[in-house]
């Protein structure tokens, strides 16, 4: 994600800070990695911990859906035989065009120390059966795998039960002369504007939850917002809610943000 912060980080609030709307998915399905050294970004905090990494992935020759499944089947067949952490695992498949990656491959880890033995795990046992068996299929490179610390701020009222779902990256700078304490302000706003959406429209299963990058890069957001909703359709009619309101004019005056939409699988929970 160095250049990952550039594009994949150069995510939106209820709704998201845009107007997108979904579009559809440009893909077809719904080595050794670098550690890293636990540092002040890594330490415990009042959040839950976790450490959500993402592994960007470029389709083979032989790419299917029915491929692709085949390949997550055997995946985790591995990760239960072996010696992993690993919370929960999803994919995501781009709502925009871009020739960096086809999809991306998601893990949940409970540290960067789970994180880092279970990169060395696989490197010793599992890559290269891996690798050839995704010959042709999918590829991945070292240095596309990016790691974020997960603060979870808001929870779904209504739990997502299936296996798809809809997401939005915001990453987000400052305007100039704003900082933390609007941030916080925003943050409250956006509770009650929250609230007030469910109120009118009935209990959903929108989240949202704020990354923050274990590695440099040139230009860091300020903040990076993840919203999550269970379907297409909520995700449209959040977004709509939100166009033109008070809490987007209230986001625009305190900050610059890049988005970047997703359809997500979950592969492992």
């Not at 072996?82 to 540290?111: C, H, K």
């Not at 709509?240 to 943000?257: I, K, N, P, R, V």
Request: net charge negative; charged share 25%; with cysteine.
């Amino acid at each position: 994600m160095r250049y990952l912060i550039s594009v994949f980080l150069t995510f939106s609030v209820l709704a998201g800070c845009s107007s997108e709307q979904p579009v559809e998915a440009t893909s077809e399905a719904p080595e050794t990695m670098q550690t890293i050294e636990p540092s002040a970004i890594d330490e415990a905090s009042d959040d839950s911990g976790l450490y959500v990494e993402y592994v960007w992935h470029k389709e083979g020759e032989n790419f299917s859906q029915e491929a692709l499944m085949e390949k997550v089947i055997l995946w985790n067949q591995m990760i239960d035989a072996g010696e992993y952490e690993i919370n929960r695992a999803n994919l995501l498949f781009p709502r925009q065009e871009t020739e960096d990656y086809d999809f991306v491959w998601v893990m949940l880890w409970p540290s960067v120390e789970a994180r880092n033995a279970g990169w060395a795990y696989w490197a010793a046992n599992d890559e290269a059966e891996w690798a050839e068996a995704t010959a042709g299929v999918l590829s991945y490179r070292e240095e596309d795998a990016f790691l974020f610390r997960l603060s979870r701020e808001r929870t779904a009222t209504v739990p997502n039960t299936t296996s798809v779902y809809e997401n939005q990256f915001s990453f987000c700078f400052y305007n100039e002369g704003k900082g933390d304490a609007d941030f916080a302000a925003f943050q409250t706003a956006h509770t009650d504007f929250v609230g007030a959406y469910e109120t009118e429209k009935g209990p959903g299963s929108y989240a949202y939850v704020l990354l923050t990058p274990t590695f440099e890069t040139e230009q860091t957001p300020d903040f990076v917002w993840l919203d999550l909703w269970a379907s297409a359709e909520e995700k449209a009619d959040g977004l709509a809610y939100f166009e033109g309101s008070e809490l987007q004019t209230q986001l625009g005056d305190m900050a610059t943000c890049n988005l970047l939409g997703f359809e997500g699988l979950n592969i492992r929970s």
